[in-house]
Each structure stands twice: as structure tokens, then as C-alpha cells.
């Protein structure tokens, strides 16, 4: 089902979008915000550059953005698939628990903030451009992944990468000597079930963009986890 959403508000769009079958298609989309929110069991393509908190607290559906998308992809959400053929802007997979994010793209500030793991629920974003400063900020659970593809001699992340990090894990392509990361984490280099860990993630990835996975596994990957003394990690009562 196609519906022309270029004259209509979020409220109306997500009416529409539970009223269809599983499967629809958003044309002509141009900033409305909230859409697909909390929506399950629904495969939904997006033709045009969906608003703010696309898929926030999404709950099993499929959603596909043949273009950008803005901030708080993903805000909260617990099950499902957001794949973005484009760039994100800020916050994306904020306070995350479960499914997963795919960028072909950049994304801006703060993306994975307090992304978290919930029981058998482990998140995944990987992006696969460059990410803006604060990446993982306070991140508690998790996979981030960033791959730096067409990066055009930017740092393949801005300042402050895991300020308050406190679980989960941060793959980064390259050996990130030019980054300053917090004293409370450990980095080093990926090697062993890391790198099963990682083709795992990037095996999708790649099948859903049309690269190649051994070629970027060919790359030196850094690995980033808490430090086991981070102080961070008292102040929650569950990780």
C-alpha cells in the first residue's frame, strides 16, 4: 500500500500506517515526526526525510529510509530494524534497549546515548560514515559500531567518545590513535570472539548496503569496553 503523506500530520500518517497491511510505502515524507512510534509487526519504506524520533519506541517493526533522516532515530526503542540509506542527525537510538539501527551514512552528536541491554534484548548501531562528538555517551549496554567509509580525512568520531560509559561495547574502524577517550574505559585492539562478534554485525550490514564484509574485516578494528573500575557504573542498579 502507497500513501501520499505530503499533506498530512504525524497523527494522521501513523493512523494510516496501522490501518494498511504489513507492508506500505510513506511518499513524498518531509519532516513529520513521531512516525511508526511504537508500532510492531508493519514493514514500512520511506520516501522522503522522516522528522524527528522516527521509530521512537518501536516495538518489532521494519522500517526502511530510502534517504536522510533527523534526530532521536530510534528514541527508545525496544524490537525492530531502522535502516537509513542516508545520514542521521542527532541522538539516534537514544536510551535504545533492543532492535537495531543501520546508517549507510554519517551521524551527528551524542549518537547511542544511554543505549542500553535489557535481559536477552542487545541493541546494534553501526554507522557507517563518521559520528559527531559524545558517541556513547553514558552507553550501558549494547553494540555501537562505526566504520568511517568515506570519511574524506575526518576523524571517524568528533570529542568525548564514551564520556560515562558504564557497559556495552564501541567498535571503531582504524587504530583511533588521533582520539582521546576517558580515562574510565579500556580500548585495544579487536582480536579473537571480538572479531566473530563484529562479522556477525557487519554481515547484515553489508547485505543490506552491498559491501563487502571481508574487505572491511581486512581493517584494523578498535574495541572499546567500561574499565572494571569505572565509577560511573555504582550509580546504576542494573547493567
Request: proline fraction near 3%; charge should be negative.
Given at each position: 500500500?502507497?500513501?501520499?503523506?505530503?499533506?498530512?500530520?504525524?497523527?494522521e500518517i501513523n493512523d494510516k500506517i496501522r490501518e494498511s497491511g504489513v507492508d506500505c510505502t510513506l511518499d513524498n515524507c518531509c519532516g513529520q515526526r513521531?512516525?511508526?512510534?511504537?508500532?510492531?509487526?508493519?514493514?514500512?519504506?520511506?520516501?522522503?526525510?522522516?522528522?524527528?524520533?522516527?521509530?521512537?519506541?518501536?516495538?518489532?517493526?521494519?522500517?526502511?529510509?530510502?534517504?536522510?533522516?533527523?534526530?532521536?532515530?530510534?528514541?527508545?526503542?525496544?524490537?525492530?530494524?531502522?535502516?537509513?540509506?542516508?545520514?542521521?542527525?542527532?541522538?539516534?537510538?537514544?536510551?535504545?534497549?533492543?532492535?537495531?539501527?543501520?546508517?549507510?551514512?554519517?551521524?551527528?552528536?551524542?549518537?547511542?546515548?544511554?543505549?542500553?541491554?535489557?535481559?536477552?534484548?542487545?541493541?546494534?548501531?553501526?554507522?557507517?560514515?563518521?559520528?559527531?562528538?559524545?558517541?556513547?555517551?553514558?552507553?550501558?549496554?549494547?553494540?555501537?559500531?562505526?566504520?568511517?567509509?568515506?570519511?574524506?580525512?575526518?576523524?571517524?568520531?568528533?570529542?568525548?567518545?564514551?564520556?560515562?560509559?558504564?557497559?556495552?561495547?564501541?567498535?571503531?574502524?582504524?587504530?583511533?590513535?588521533?582520539?582521546?577517550?576517558?580515562?574510565?574505559?579500556?580500548?585495544?585492539?579487536?582480536?579473537?570472539?571480538?572479531?566473530?562478534?563484529?562479522?556477525?554485525h557487519l554481515s547484515e550490514y553489508c547485505e543490506i548496503f552491498g559491501y563487502d564484509v571481508d574487505e572491511l574485516l581486512s581493517s584494523t578494528f578498535t574495541?572499546?569496553?567500561?574499565?572494571?573500575?569505572?565509577?560511573?557504573?555504582?550509580?546504576?542498579?542494573?547493567?
Amino acid at each position: 500500500m502507497v500513501i501520499d503523506v505530503k499533506d498530512l500530520g504525524y497523527k494522521e500518517i501513523n493512523d494510516k500506517i496501522r490501518e494498511s497491511g504489513v507492508d506500505c510505502t510513506l511518499d513524498n515524507c518531509c519532516g513529520q515526526r513521531f512516525i511508526a512510534a511504537g508500532m510492531s509487526e508493519k514493514n514500512i519504506t520511506i520516501e522522503g526525510v522522516p522528522g524527528n524520533a522516527l521509530g521512537a519506541y518501536l516495538n518489532g517493526a521494519n522500517i526502511t529510509v530510502n534517504a536522510n533522516a533527523q534526530d532521536a532515530v530510534g528514541d527508545t526503542m525496544n524490537e525492530g530494524e531502522i535502516v537509513v540509506h542516508g545520514n542521521i542527525g542527532d541522538a539516534a537510538g537514544y536510551a535504545m534497549r533492543g532492535g537495531k539501527i543501520f546508517v549507510q551514512g554519517n551521524a551527528g552528536y551524542r549518537a547511542g546515548i544511554h543505549m542500553k541491554a535489557y535481559k536477552e534484548k542487545v541493541p546494534v548501531m553501526v554507522i557507517g560514515g563518521v559520528a559527531g562528538s559524545f558517541l556513547g555517551e553514558y552507553q550501558a549496554g549494547g553494540v555501537i559500531i562505526v566504520l568511517g567509509m568515506n570519511a574524506d580525512d575526518k576523524r571517524i568520531v568528533g570529542n568525548f567518545p564514551c564520556t560515562g560509559m558504564h557497559g556495552g561495547k564501541m567498535y571503531l574502524r582504524g587504530d583511533c590513535a588521533d582520539l582521546n577517550f576517558p580515562n574510565q574505559v579500556s580500548i585495544k585492539k579487536v582480536v579473537g570472539s571480538d572479531v566473530d562478534e563484529l562479522k556477525n554485525h557487519l554481515s547484515e550490514y553489508c547485505e543490506i548496503f552491498g559491501y563487502d564484509v571481508d574487505e572491511l574485516l581486512s581493517s584494523t578494528f578498535t574495541v572499546v569496553t567500561p574499565d572494571s573500575k569505572n565509577p560511573y557504573k555504582q550509580m546504576y542498579v542494573a547493567n
